[in-house]
């Protein structure tokens, strides 16, 4: 069995190429009863690709997803300021 590649968002081919993840790409599925994996997945790219990723310090805690997502390391304080705004 193939994989459903998309040349636009209306259509999708099955193709026999089986490697659905590439270097520039890659496809994240989650259950929408779990927001949790697909941030845990989002976040684990991007930190593959270099990025850095920080929860919210003031959103520690709550209901409420936020993360500042920089190519460089980011202060404590740094990471406020976004928040803050």
Known sequence: MGI???SDGNHCQETEDTDVHDKKRKFILADWKNPQEVISLLIEELELRGAK????????????????ISDEPLTHDETCYFEKG
């Open 4 to 6: 459903k590649r998309c």
């Open 53 to 68: 990723v920080y929860v919210c310090p003031d959103l520690k805690g709550s209901d409420t997803y936020g993360y500042v």
